[in-house]
């Protein structure tokens, strides 16, 4: 009931495509649903989180769509860069505080 | 600092050999959390402060497994008589109060021979 399922496990689009990653999870007491990109040798950094009350957040190019009712959610990156190729996780948990991260998604965008 | 400060960023220990791995959250920031990251995995939850507290260990592997944060500042997370399964990255991470944005370090990555 802890676990959150990511897929794809990678993905390769060109630049200037809408690469979509998903994630379920089980645990309806989650309420805090980040992603997080993550560079070779570095942590992982918050690229934007959606909390189960609102159904679509954007931020810039990414932009998170939330379907409470089937318990999953995904992340879009519009206009796609090479520079957006990195490694994508997506996370669920209680407030901010612990977090369960999915087994993450490898992007990468080709010029 | 600016960033979750984590030291050392590389170690090679010996089966067997205890370890010590330290992090330095960003000045303020109350919540501590460590997490170990697998090779091509996610980051697994080992444990979480707020300020000294030590609130939830659940995620700690075995006890040879030890975290501490005795100032409410800087944190230790000890491994003692480290296994070739240890070998992993250790992330830490810290926010300025519960409820806000967490921000991992670098890591420390751990490999055991």
């Known amino acids: 009931q802890q676990q959150v399922k990511q897929s794809p496990q990678s993905l390769i689009v060109q630049k200037g495509g809408i690469p979509i990653i998903n994630c379920a999870y089980e645990?309806?007491?989650?309420?805090?649903f980040p992603w997080y990109q993550q560079f070779p040798g570095k942590g992982p950094a918050l690229l934007i989180a959606?909390?189960?009350?609102?159904s679509e957040k954007k931020e810039g190019r990414f932009t998170i769509s939330f379907n409470k009712s089937a318990k999953q959610f995904s992340l879009h990156i519009m206009d796609s860069q090479p520079g957006d190729s990195a490694t994508y996780f997506c996370?669920?948990?209680?407030?901010?505080?612990?977090?369960?991260f999915g087994t993450g998604t490898r992007l990468q965008v080709f010029p | 600092g600016a960033g979750v400060s984590q030291s050392p960023r590389y170690k090679v220990a010996k089966r067997g050999q205890d370890v010590a791995l330290r992090c330095d959250p960003i000045?303020?920031?109350?919540?501590l959390f460590w997490y170990q990251q697998a090779l091509g995995q996610g980051p697994e939850f080992l444990t979480y402060?707020?300020?000294?507290?030590?609130?939830?260990k659940s995620g700690l592997p075995s006890d040879r497994f030890f975290a501490e944060r005795p100032e409410g500042s800087v944190s230790t997370l000890k491994i003692q008589r480290t296994q070739q399964e240890d070998s992993a990255v250790y992330l830490c991470?810290?926010?300025?109060?519960?409820?806000?944005?967490?921000?991992f370090g670098e890591g420390s990555w751990l490999t055991v021979v």
């Open positions: 991470a810290s926010s300025f109060r519960k409820g806000a944005s967490i921000y």
């Open positions: 645990n309806t007491a989650f309420d805090y």
């Open positions: 959606i909390r189960p009350d609102v």
């Open positions: 996370a669920a948990g209680y407030n901010t505080d612990k977090h369960i």
């Open positions: 000045s303020g920031h109350v919540s």
């Open positions: 402060f707020q300020n000294e507290a030590q609130l939830d």
